[in-house]
């Protein structure tokens, strides 16, 4: 592992082990409303089955290749939540270090128990406690999106990357490519999230899950007869939702909660994270043309 170059805050224990903290109020680029709303989440979305993760992984990394990791590697991951794309990746590399400023530093800890090459880290982008240049890959899913900065954050994320390593980034679309129609769809939707986001957190995740039943379960429903009556077209995939067809209904709830209930999110086209990623200095920018929209993968 690679050592802390400041001291941490405090340290937060747990079974025997103590988490550094590098959190502290000075922190600028961080909206504690969502730090606070992920906290909860991934307490009540703490575990994942071996099948979950392998599933989601293989779509997330799907550009990833040997040549970007490999058994020597040092990786950052930044953002980690429950610690499930750490744990995904850590037969390949040779150490993980994840860093996340909510609490659900605690279930990952839990989740990656088995894992010795993961260390998990109380800590935001703005103090992320290593050396510039101390990594060989970084990654960011699904959280640089949920910060009042992302491009300051994607460049402190450059920053403790080494030259000619590369960095995987997943943020939320702005359905730009998908169709006028379909985009129409997405604003009640927002709307609705204006209002779930705002419950109490014990509220907030009965109604995220009865909207999972009521709202993804039937759409998601209706993609899979499409693929089932049609199994040599790939029309399915253009229903909303669809991503879900290979998804079990605790990955449904856990994404219902996530997308409906957090207070700050923010979405951008393709060419805005591609504008973004070659201002922190990154070049040879790679777009899966997969789902989840957008994740991409670029060279320092």
């Not at 240049?133 to 960011?140: A, G, K, M, P, T």
């Amino acid at each position: 592992m690679i050592e802390y170059n400041i001291s941490p805050k405090n340290f937060i224990s747990l079974d025997g082990n103590k988490i550094a903290s590098f959190v502290s109020e000075a922190d600028s680029n961080v909206d504690q409303d969502t730090v606070d709303s992920f906290g909860k989440e991934w307490t009540t979305f703490s575990t994942f089955s071996d099948e979950d993760i392998r599933i989601a992984g293989d779509q997330y990394f799907d550009i990833v290749t040997d040549k970007m990791i490999g058994p020597a590697s040092m990786v950052l991951d930044i953002g980690c939540g429950t610690g499930r794309w750490a744990k995904y990746l850590a037969s390949r590399v040779k150490f993980i270090e994840a860093i996340d400023p909510s609490s659900a530093v605690l279930s990952a800890s839990k989740l990656t128990a088995g894992n010795k090459n993961i260390r998990i880290t109380q800590s935001g982008v703005d103090v992320i406690p290593f050396p510039d240049e101390s990594f060989d890959f970084v990654f960011s899913l699904g959280v640089m999106h949920h910060l009042p900065d992302t491009q300051d954050a994607i460049q402190k994320a450059a920053n403790k990357l080494k030259k000619g390593g590369h960095f995987l980034i997943y943020l939320y679309y702005s359905l730009d490519n998908r169709s006028l129609f379909f985009r129409m769809l997405f604003l009640p939707v927002h709307l609705l999230r204006m209002i779930v986001h705002r419950l109490p957190h014990g509220l907030k995740v009965i109604v995220c899950d009865i909207l999972a039943v009521i709202l993804y379960v039937p759409v998601i429903s209706l993609a899979k007869l499409i693929r089932f009556l049609f199994p040599s077209k790939l029309w399915y995939k253009k229903m909303p939702l669809a991503y879900y067809c290979d998804k079990s209904f605790q990955i449904i709830r856990n994404d219902s909660l996530d997308r409906l209930g957090t207070p700050l999110e923010k979405r951008y086209s393709r060419k805005e994270i591609e504008m973004m990623l070659r201002k922190a200095g990154f070049t040879e920018v790679i777009f899966s043309e997969n789902e989840p929209y957008w994740h991409a993968v670029a060279r320092k």
